[in-house]
């Protein structure tokens, strides 16, 4: 065999020059050759031949010949590499382990998981997770957009852990084959993100979806056995929610975090097998501001200051610091909380462990004592590799440590050694292989087994109060005093001073601290049928607190304070969007009476019992009027004479001062007092009276509501020791208010009593009776009412509305549907209408409605759309469907709430312009035919269309596109597919309203909250008489004339069973004026543009009676003067067509008017209405200070 030719790789060499390799360098060149096979690619040897070298054998941490792969390399040019190297070993780590066996066999049980077990890893959360900055070079601020997922604390895998400290290389280690880590850069759609799906700027409402994306990738991965690999997944959120928590305080409250990790977690829990999730509790972020605030450490503080303004702009101890801290204390322990209920350890090859070492974590100090940035990217916000290289060292070290002894406040500046498992405990520890009991699990007694089996919701969602199961309920909320406040619940034997607390999250009838396993609530009960539940209070504090939630008791409240406590309930339930509030099925316990009856003796005639009942009275009338789809539980008054025998018993430890402070009236008085034998009165008048409101059926008038009277408080019996004593083991400290072991008892009889048909609820309660919870039947699976109890009321008294909401009285007997279908639509009468559907813009989804601010002015209130909304009822809410519900109650297509689930036939879109109405058009017929709701060729149907402001706000930046020509084809493209494909149509044109009158008012003085110029810009930018303004009047008349020519033509006349007819009612509207001559502000929401739900119901008003109008004699104008009885009663039965005017003036010798005549009609009445117009607003200009230019007053008269 000739000599081999080789190339010296040493210093010597000269670059291509051939060389002799003599023969008895053959052998070093060979063992040069396999240890370079054990060296990581980046950091092989160059050949020498001086000596032979020893040959390597492979180790225990890499048994395997080195790849580019395994050995992560670098793509960096020798020499940058080399320096990388060098700069980032410092983050590297040795593993001291000598065990890194996989278990014999693959485990079945989460609680035998070794870490060589593992196969795959995974993580969710924000940037931090995401390694923004991980990477970058100091004062480099742009590069911290960069995510170095690679360099990730809990899933990065760049390198290997010699260089790299990341969970994924530590478990690379006992398990080199490990799936799923992260590498390098890039957002988390790259490839290289693997199964780190965080997300830079996420929140906890984003978890969710990002686990839906994490399975998504398992499932798709052929490398990935999801069924059967072990997986480790790590989050970590909160930051970005504490960081806009002084925003929106509802939205980011503790409660809605807790929720959100639940819905992520649960889906994990449902949907992914063998997987051990690490749930790490996010840092006290305040201990950010001690870097933010040290002048003398560089911090780009702007920057800190947008990404996290809640935490740095606030002053210290200022209440935003101290709702921010309460915040994030309740954040961590809602976590805990939600681990400890145990849902998460219902599965063998399933759990979730809190790993807490950044819960007390405190800001890494300089030894000169100041704060270390050189933890933090150059944003001095997020982590640089130093802090995620302790990080992961520290969240390997939890996850080796047992329950109660995990670290939670690890020094991020310490030295962390890394833990190994150890013989006797070789697996991650779990709550089971640790042998530990939640604290909470000490007090069994509190809590209560569920066992019914039937936990489903009805088949088809309820439409009736008396058809309500409990899985159906999707709200719970409380009123009342202290008693549901929670006052001393949880307070300690002895500790008085801590009567004050309000223990809301273990009130009786709302608390929801941990689970019915160890709390036991009504909330705790209906989450075993509804596990989404909202409404229910957690933890301490007032009714103001946003974790007090739906709970609106206040602690000392009397019957007369309910009012107030209702109407804070209604404003909570209607702006949190959590809350469908036209569409949830509700439950609001009531309880009221006993401070009005500690104070009796005061005042008698105050508190009497009449008076005590109207205001409850006035309480439930609100509810009614304003709350639907609600059972009302009203607890009757308490008979707590008993309680006296705890004061007057001189053995027990319970305080006469107090019950002198607390209730004079009852708790001092002696047996045979003639005080004794008032108050027994009293409190059988105030019981009796309440009895009398709820049976006179004055709340059963609708099918959405009731009320419902629970009477099992009306007599009790105080619990008793075996010697005779009173227990006062059931009493709070000052033995007047309960504590928990009494509020267990009264949920479950409260529960019970909820179950029980009317007339055999029970009437007593017992303190120590072993009260099993009762389950619906299957004779009787819904909640008991008077009317699916088979009970009876005396003759009904229906609640009187309030004074001050926009509904309307109508009344018009005799109006029935017609004997026989009709089959023209010229015979058609308002009760032959089956089906009501809208097309349009932001005023048909009712946009502004009941708009407060900013925040809520895009809320689509399309329950309250003038022209489909079906909110309340017509009493409460004046819109065309409660009108036409008042003829047919059997209505359909109308839309309620705010959620685009319950928009019905509303096909509206805001923003829409008129080449939008052909789409929203063919959705609608789409939707109509695929409906099982409806007779799609048989069932009458009323279409609404009011299109157009949107193309004359834009007219000027673009008048091509928004031109008359194209805006009126666009009109006729619609009602073609309306002519084409609908049968049994009405369709209703509103013609676009004139947006000048806009201009009157002055938006800044107004208060509006959006400026007229982003709004508006072509009506509300241009200068008074301007050539422009003038272009757009002319414009906005072109649309209406157009669409009048367009429509009265013969084109949609060919089919008996559709008609178009033109609604007029805004050709000439007046601008509303308070009694100072100014804009009418009442009308129209906070922005000064959109409608309120006043003038909402205004154009309902004038669509309707405009509908009754013959063609011809329509009003073309309204003058928005608000008016319960404005509505008009059909003279004529039929809906007005141009071909069944009846005799009047556009009909002649049963031949149709020419059209030009109609509108020489319609323009000469125009002409007059302009007159009188202008002769009123003379009259008001002449008041003025500044009179303007008659002509130009008379325009902005009118809009």
Same mark, same amino acid.
Not at 697 to 721: A, C, H, K, N, S
Not at 754 to 781: E, R, W, Y
């Given at each position: 065999?000739?000599?081999?030719?080789?190339?010296?790789?040493?210093?010597?060499?000269?670059?291509?020059?051939?060389?002799?390799?003599?023969?008895?360098?053959?052998?070093?060149?060979?063992?040069?050759?396999?240890?370079?096979?054990?060296?990581?690619?980046?950091?092989?040897?160059?050949?020498?031949?001086?000596?032979?070298?020893?040959?390597?054998?492979?180790?225990?941490?890499?048994?395997?010949?080195?790849?580019?792969?395994?050995?992560?390399?670098?793509?960096?040019?020798?020499?940058?590499?080399?320096?990388?190297?060098?700069?980032?070993?410092?983050?590297?780590?040795?593993?001291?382990?000598?065990?890194?066996?996989?278990?014999?066999?693959?485990?079945?049980?989460?609680?035998?998981?070794?870490?060589?077990?593992?196969?795959?890893?995974?993580?969710?959360?924000?940037?931090?997770?995401?390694?923004?900055?991980?990477?970058?070079?100091?004062?480099?601020?742009?590069?911290?957009?960069?995510?170095?997922?690679?360099?990730?604390?809990?899933?990065?895998?760049?390198?290997?852990?010699?260089?790299?400290?990341?969970?994924?290389?530590?478990?690379?280690?006992?398990?080199?084959?490990?799936?799923?880590?992260?590498?390098?850069?890039?957002?988390?759609?790259?490839?290289?993100?693997?199964?780190?799906?965080?997300?830079?700027?996420?929140?906890?409402?984003?978890?969710?979806?990002?686990?839906?994306?994490?399975?998504?990738?398992?499932?798709?991965?052929?490398?990935?056995?999801?069924?059967?690999?072990?997986?480790?997944?790590?989050?970590?959120?909160?930051?970005?929610?504490?960081?806009?928590?002084?925003?929106?305080?509802?939205?980011?409250?503790?409660?809605?975090?807790?929720?959100?990790?639940?819905?992520?977690?649960?889906?994990?829990?449902?949907?992914?097998?063998?997987?051990?999730?690490?749930?790490?509790?996010?840092?006290?972020?305040?201990?950010?501001?001690?870097?933010?605030?040290?002048?003398?450490?560089?911090?780009?503080?702007?920057?800190?200051?947008?990404?996290?303004?809640?935490?740095?702009?606030?002053?210290?101890?200022?209440?935003?610091?101290?709702?921010?801290?309460?915040?994030?204390?309740?954040?961590?322990?809602?976590?805990?909380?939600?681990?400890?209920?145990?849902?998460?350890?219902?599965?063998?090859?399933?759990?979730?462990?809190?790993?807490?070492?950044?819960?007390?974590?405190?800001?890494?100090?300089?030894?000169?004592?100041?704060?270390?940035?050189?933890?933090?990217? @150059?944003?001095?916000?997020?982590?640089?590799?130093?802090?995620?290289?302790?990080?992961?060292?520290?969240?390997?070290?939890?996850?080796?440590?047992?329950?109660?002894?995990?670290?939670?406040?690890?020094?991020?500046?310490?030295?962390?050694?890394?833990?190994? @498992?150890?013989?006797?405990?070789? /697996?991650?520890?779990?709550?089971?292989?640790?042998?530990?009991?939640?604290?909470?699990?000490?007090?069994?007694?509190? *809590?209560?087994?569920?066992?019914?089996?039937?936990?489903?919701?009805?088949?088809?969602?309820?439409?009736?109060?008396?058809?309500?199961?409990?899985?159906?309920?999707?709200?719970?909320?409380?009123?009342?005093?202290?008693?549901?406040?929670?006052?001393?619940?949880?307070?300690?034997?002895?500790?008085?001073?801590?009567?004050?607390?309000?223990?809301?999250?273990?009130?009786?009838?709302? *608390?929801?601290?941990?689970?019915?396993?160890?709390?036991?609530?009504?909330?705790?009960?209906?989450?075993?049928?509804?596990?989404?539940?909202?409404?229910?209070?957690?933890?301490?504090?007032?009714?103001?607190?946003?974790?007090?939630?739906?709970?609106?008791?206040?602690?000392?409240?009397?019957?007369?304070?309910?009012?107030?406590?209702?109407?804070?309930?209604?404003?909570?339930?209607?702006?949190?969007?959590?809350?469908?509030?036209?569409?949830?099925?509700?439950?609001?316990?009531?309880?009221?009476?006993?401070?009005?009856?500690?104070?009796?003796?005061?005042?008698?005639?105050?508190?009497?019992?009449?008076?005590?009942?109207?205001?409850?009275?006035?309480?439930?009338?609100?509810?009614?009027?304003?709350?639907?789809?609600?059972?009302?539980?009203?607890?009757?008054?308490?008979?707590?004479?008993?309680?006296?025998?705890?004061?007057?018993?001189?053995?027990?430890?319970?305080?006469?001062?107090?019950?002198?402070?607390?209730?004079?009236?009852?708790?001092?008085?002696?047996?045979?007092?003639?005080?004794?034998?008032?108050?027994?009165?009293?409190?059988?008048?105030?019981?009796?009276?309440?009895?009398?409101?709820?049976?006179?059926?004055?709340?059963?008038?609708?099918?959405?509501?009731?009320?419902?009277?629970?009477?099992?408080?009306?007599?009790?019996?105080?619990?008793?020791?075996?010697?005779?004593?009173?227990?006062?083991?059931?009493?709070?400290?000052?033995?007047?208010?309960?504590?928990?072991?009494?509020?267990?008892?009264?949920?479950?009889?409260?529960?019970?009593?909820?179950?029980?048909?009317?007339?055999?609820?029970?009437?007593?309660?017992?303190?120590?009776?072993?009260?099993?919870?009762?389950?619906?039947?299957?004779?009787?699976?819904?909640?008991?009412?008077?009317?699916?109890?088979?009970?009876?009321?005396?003759?009904?008294?229906?609640?009187?509305?309030?004074?001050?909401?926009?509904?309307?009285?109508?009344?018009?007997?005799?109006?029935?549907?017609?004997?026989?279908?009709?089959?023209?639509?010229?015979?058609?009468?308002?009760?032959?209408?089956?089906?009501?559907?809208?097309?349009?813009?932001?005023?048909?989804?009712?946009?502004?409605?009941?708009?407060?601010?900013?925040?809520?002015?895009?809320?689509?209130?399309?329950?309250?759309?003038?022209?489909?909304?079906?909110?309340?009822?017509?009493?409460?809410?004046?819109?065309?469907?409660?009108?036409?519900?008042?003829?047919?109650?059997?209505?359909?297509?109308?839309?309620?709430?705010?959620?685009?689930?319950?928009?019905?036939?509303?096909?509206?879109?805001?923003?829409?312009?008129?080449?939008?109405?052909?789409?929203?058009?063919?959705?609608?017929?789409?939707?109509?035919?695929?409906?099982?709701?409806?007779? /799609?060729?048989?069932?009458?149907?009323?279409?609404?269309?009011?299109?157009?402001?949107?193309?004359?706000?834009?007219?000027?930046?673009?008048?091509?596109? /928004?031109?008359?020509?194209?805006?009126?084809?666009?009109?006729?493209?619609?009602?073609?597919?309306?002519?084409?494909?609908?049968?049994?149509?009405?369709?209703?044109?509103?013609?676009?309203?004139?947006?000048?009158?806009?201009?009157?008012?002055?938006?800044?003085?107004?208060?509006?909250?959006?400026?007229?110029?982003?709004?508006?810009?072509?009506?509300?930018?241009?200068?008074?008489?301007?050539?422009?303004?003038?272009?757009?009047?002319?414009?906005?008349?072109?649309?209406?004339?157009?669409?009048?020519?367009?429509?009265?033509?013969?084109?949609?006349?060919?089919?008996?069973?559709?008609?178009?007819?033109?609604?007029?009612?805004?050709?000439?509207?007046?601008?509303?004026?308070?009694?100072?001559?100014?804009?009418?502000?009442?009308?129209?929401?906070?922005?000064?543009?959109?409608?309120?739900?006043?003038?909402?119901?205004?154009?309902?008003?004038?669509?309707?009676?405009?509908?009754?109008?013959?063609?011809?004699?329509?009003?073309?104008?309204?003058?928005?003067? /608000?008016?319960?009885?404005?509505?008009?009663?059909?003279?004529?039965?039929?809906?007005?067509?141009?071909?069944?005017?009846?005799?009047?003036?556009?009909?002649?010798?049963?031949?149709?008017?020419?059209?030009?005549?109609?509108?020489?009609?319609?323009?000469? *009445?125009?002409?007059?209405?302009?007159?009188?117009?202008?002769?009123?607003?003379?009259?008001?200009?002449?008041?003025?200070?500044?009179?303007?230019?008659?002509?130009?007053?008379?325009?902005?008269?009118?809009?």
């Amino acid at each position: 065999m000739p000599p081999s030719t080789g190339r010296h790789a040493n210093a010597n060499s000269t670059k291509g020059t051939p060389m002799e390799i003599p023969g008895k360098e053959y052998a070093a060149l060979g063992v040069g050759l396999w240890n370079n096979m054990m060296e990581p690619a980046g950091q092989k040897q160059l050949y020498h031949f001086a000596e032979m070298p020893n040959a390597r054998c492979p180790s225990q941490e890499h048994p395997y010949f080195f790849t580019y792969r395994n050995s992560n390399s670098s793509s960096l040019p020798p020499e940058s590499r080399a320096e990388a190297i060098s700069q980032q070993r410092s983050f590297g780590t040795s593993i001291p382990c000598s065990s890194r066996i996989p278990s014999n066999t693959v485990p079945a049980s989460v609680h035998n998981l070794r870490p060589a077990d593992i196969k795959v890893i995974g993580a969710l959360g924000d940037s931090i997770t995401a390694g923004n900055g991980a990477g970058s070079s100091p004062r480099d601020v742009l590069d911290v957009l960069t995510q170095y997922r690679g360099l990730s604390w809990s899933v990065g895998g760049n390198e290997n852990i010699s260089t790299v400290t990341t969970l994924a290389n530590i478990l690379r280690e006992f398990n080199p084959s490990l799936l799923g880590f992260s590498t390098g850069k890039g957002g988390e759609s790259k490839p290289e993100a693997y199964l780190n799906q965080a997300v830079a700027g996420a929140r906890s409402e984003h978890v969710p979806a990002q686990v839906r994306k994490l399975i998504e990738l398992m499932k798709t991965d052929p490398k990935i056995n999801l069924q059967e690999d072990w997986k480790i997944i790590t989050l970590f959120i909160g930051g970005n929610d504490l960081c806009r928590c002084c925003d929106d305080p509802v939205h980011y409250s503790p409660e809605n975090f807790t929720n959100n990790i639940q819905t992520a977690l649960d889906i994990l829990h449902k949907e992914v097998p063998r997987t051990f999730v690490n749930l790490v509790t996010i840092l006290h972020i305040t201990t950010l501001r001690k870097l933010y605030l040290e002048k003398s450490v560089y911090c780009p503080r702007l920057i800190m200051r947008n990404l996290c303004p809640c935490v740095l702009i606030p002053e210290d101890n200022s209440t935003e610091i101290e709702l921010l801290d309460s915040f994030n204390r309740r954040y961590q322990e809602g976590t805990h909380r939600l681990v400890e209920s145990g849902r998460y350890d219902t599965k063998e090859d399933f759990t979730v462990v809190v790993q807490p070492f950044l819960e007390d974590t405190s800001m890494p100090l300089t030894p000169e004592g100041l704060p270390d940035s050189s933890y933090f990217a @150059p944003d001095c916000f997020h982590f640089q590799q130093k802090a995620h290289s302790q990080a992961a060292r520290a969240l390997w070290n939890n996850m080796l440590e047992p329950f109660g002894g995990k670290t939670n406040a690890q020094e991020l500046e310490a030295v962390i050694t890394l833990k190994c @498992p150890s013989q006797a405990q070789p /697996y991650l520890m779990t709550k089971r292989n640790s042998n530990y009991t939640y604290p909470s699990e000490a007090t069994p007694e509190y *809590g209560s087994q569920m066992l019914c089996e039937d936990r489903v919701p009805s088949i088809n969602y309820p439409t009736s109060v008396h058809s309500l199961k409990p899985a159906d309920v999707q709200v719970i909320a409380a009123l009342g005093d202290s008693l549901t406040a929670g006052s001393g619940i949880g307070s300690k034997p002895n500790d008085i001073l801590d009567i004050n607390t309000q223990y809301r999250g273990l009130a009786w009838s709302i *608390g929801g601290d941990a689970s019915l396993t160890n709390v036991t609530t009504l909330s705790n009960i209906l989450r075993e049928f509804n596990t989404n539940l909202k409404g229910y209070s957690t933890g301490t504090g007032g009714q103001n607190e946003p974790n007090a939630f739906l709970n609106q008791a206040v602690p000392g409240a009397q019957a007369g304070d309910l009012p107030d406590q209702v109407k804070q309930l209604v404003k909570l339930m209607k702006n949190d969007s959590r809350i469908r509030f036209d569409s949830d099925w509700k439950i609001i316990t009531v309880f009221i009476g006993i401070p009005d009856l500690c104070n009796y003796c005061r005042d008698v005639n105050y508190y009497s019992a009449m008076n005590f009942s109207s205001r409850v009275q006035e309480a439930l009338d609100i509810l009614h009027t304003e709350v639907p789809k609600a059972l009302v539980n009203l607890v009757e008054v308490m008979d707590f004479l008993p309680l006296r025998q705890l004061f007057l018993d001189s053995r027990l430890p319970c305080s006469t001062h107090l019950a002198q402070n607390q209730c004079s009236c009852v708790l001092p008085i002696q047996e045979g007092s003639s005080d004794l034998v008032m108050m027994q009165k009293a409190v059988k008048d105030y019981q009796s009276n309440v009895r009398k409101i709820v049976e006179t059926g004055r709340y059963d008038t609708r099918e959405d509501f009731t009320v419902v009277l629970q009477p099992f408080l009306r007599t009790i019996t105080l619990p008793l020791l075996q010697d005779g004593h009173p227990d006062i083991s059931f009493f709070a400290p000052d033995c007047f208010h309960l504590n928990q072991k009494s509020h267990s008892q009264l949920s479950r009889a409260l529960w019970n009593s909820m179950l029980q048909p009317l007339g055999k609820k029970a009437v007593s309660f017992d303190f120590m009776a072993n009260i099993t919870l009762s389950c619906p039947t299957l004779h009787q699976p819904f909640l008991g009412t008077y009317k699916n109890s088979n009970d009876t009321h005396s003759s009904l008294n229906p609640t009187k509305n309030p004074s001050q909401n926009w509904g309307s009285d109508l009344s018009c007997p005799g109006q029935t549907a017609s004997r026989e279908v009709p089959t023209s639509v010229h015979k058609l009468r308002p009760a032959d209408i089956q089906v009501v559907a809208a097309l349009g813009d932001s005023l048909t989804t009712g946009v502004g409605a009941q708009a407060t601010g900013l925040d809520d002015i895009h809320i689509n209130w399309r329950g309250l759309s003038w022209s489909a909304g079906s909110e309340g009822s017509l009493e409460t809410h004046t819109t065309l469907p409660n009108i036409l519900k008042k003829f047919n109650s059997k209505l359909f297509g109308f839309s309620t709430g705010t959620q685009k689930e319950t928009a019905g036939f509303n096909r509206a879109v805001g923003g829409a312009t008129a080449q939008n109405l052909s789409a929203q058009a063919r959705e609608l017929v789409d939707l109509m035919k695929s409906s099982s709701d409806i007779n /799609y060729e048989e069932d009458w149907k009323l279409v609404t269309i009011l299109i157009g402001g949107n193309d004359l706000c834009q007219y000027c930046l673009d008048k091509e596109t /928004y031109s008359v020509e194209k805006y009126i084809k666009h009109i006729q493209d619609t009602l073609d597919i309306l002519y084409k494909e609908l049968p049994r149509a009405f369709v209703n044109m509103v013609e676009i309203m004139e947006l000048t009158g806009l201009r009157q008012m002055e938006r800044e003085a107004s208060g509006c909250v959006i400026p007229g110029a982003s709004l508006c810009p072509c009506i509300l930018n241009p200068p008074g008489n301007s050539p422009e303004l003038q272009e757009m009047e002319r414009i906005n008349r072109e649309f209406q004339d157009r669409t009048r020519v367009l429509i009265n033509s013969s084109h949609y006349a060919q089919r008996e069973d559709f008609v178009i007819v033109v609604q007029p009612f805004f050709r000439n509207t007046i601008m509303p004026l308070d009694s100072d001559g100014k804009p009418d502000l009442s009308f129209f929401a906070v922005d000064c543009f959109h409608f309120s739900e006043r003038g909402y119901a205004e154009m309902a008003m004038a669509l309707w009676n405009n509908m009754l109008e013959p063609v011809g004699h329509k009003q073309t104008y309204n003058n928005f003067t /608000y008016d319960r009885l404005k509505l008009k009663c059909p003279e004529y039965p039929y809906l007005y067509t141009s071909q069944n005017n009846e005799g009047q003036s556009s009909k002649s010798n049963g031949k149709l008017v020419p059209f030009w005549a109609v509108i020489v009609a319609a323009t000469a *009445g125009v002409l007059a209405g302009s007159l009188i117009v202008w002769i009123w607003m003379t009259q008001r200009i002449s008041k003025r200070s500044q009179a303007g230019d008659a002509r130009i007053e008379n325009k902005t008269a009118v809009f």
